[in-house]
């Protein structure tokens, strides 16, 4: 069980386009869902938080213009990368936690996005 | 405020040599400590948890990892390395409804 889906696993686009990305939670419910950014060689990078039916809420220095953030219901949330740019290519991982869980996260496979 | 220090950015061991990887935390709560492992272009997969209770925590695969306060400390140890545990580990902290934080990750290669 808790298995968290991402959607597409790797993606390559040009520039200026925008790219969306799916978490989605197969076997609970998450009434929280975070969002990663990850470069080579480094840790995770907390982007945002987004909560089912509210606003994300961004880390410092993520602008949220660029990187919108859905959480339409308890088992999808959505990042969308717009207008991307060769520096936003990077790995991107979400994760979701289960209601209830204040401390457990259950991690996608990442979406490797390459913007050309 | 919270952090998490990894002191080694790679570790080499030999197969079915000991393992031990070294984490470090900063809490202003009672911490939650978790180790996770990452294989190449792959999410993460939760090793172990604390979350107070005893503070030897084993896991998945082997591994376990020891809580001790005093020293602020949650090394992961594995008695015996696998060829097939080569990959990227990361600690974290979470505690006081704050967000979780990790560390900057350890590569771990076996040698053969």
């Known amino acids: 069980g808790a298995v968290v889906s991402q959607h597409p696993s790797r993606v390559i686009c040009k520039s200026g386009t925008s790219v969306k990305i799916e978490c989605r939670s197969l076997?609970?419910?998450?009434?929280?869902m975070f969002w990663y950014r990850q470069f080579p060689k480094q840790s995770l990078m907390l982007m945002a938080t987004?909560?089912?039916?509210?606003?994300?809420?961004?880390e410092q220095g993520v602008e949220k213009d660029k990187f919108l953030i859905n959480h339409a219901s308890l088992t999808l949330s959505t990042l969308t990368v717009t207008s991307a740019h060769p520096e936003d290519s990077s790995f991107y991982i979400c994760?979701?936690?289960?209601?209830?869980?204040?401390?457990?996260?259950?991690f996608g496979p990442g979406t490797r996005l390459l913007v050309l | 405020a919270q952090s998490v220090t990894q002191l080694d950015s790679h570790v080499s061991v030999s197969e079915g040599t000991p393992v031990l990887l070294r984490c470090n935390y900063s809490?202003?709560?009672?911490?939650?400590l978790f180790w996770y492992v990452q294989h190449p272009n792959k999410g993460l997969q939760l090793l172990l948890k604390?979350?107070?209770?005893?503070?030897l925590v084993k896991g998945i695969n082997g591994f376990e990892a020891e809580f001790k306060k005093s020293e602020t400390s949650f090394h992961l140890t594995k008695p015996s390395a696998h060829m097939s545990d080569a990959a990227e580990y990361f600690c974290?902290?979470?505690?006081?409804?704050?967000?979780?934080?990790f560390g900057t990750g350890t590569k771990l290669q076996v040698i053969p």
């Open positions: 604390y979350t107070s209770a005893a503070t």
């Open positions: 809490s202003s709560y009672s911490p939650s």
């Open positions: 987004s909560n089912e039916g509210s606003k994300a809420t961004y």
């Open positions: 974290a902290c979470s505690g006081g409804y704050q967000k979780v934080t």
């Open positions: 994760s979701a936690r289960p209601a209830g869980a204040q401390e457990t996260q259950y």
């Open positions: 076997d609970f419910q998450a009434t929280t």
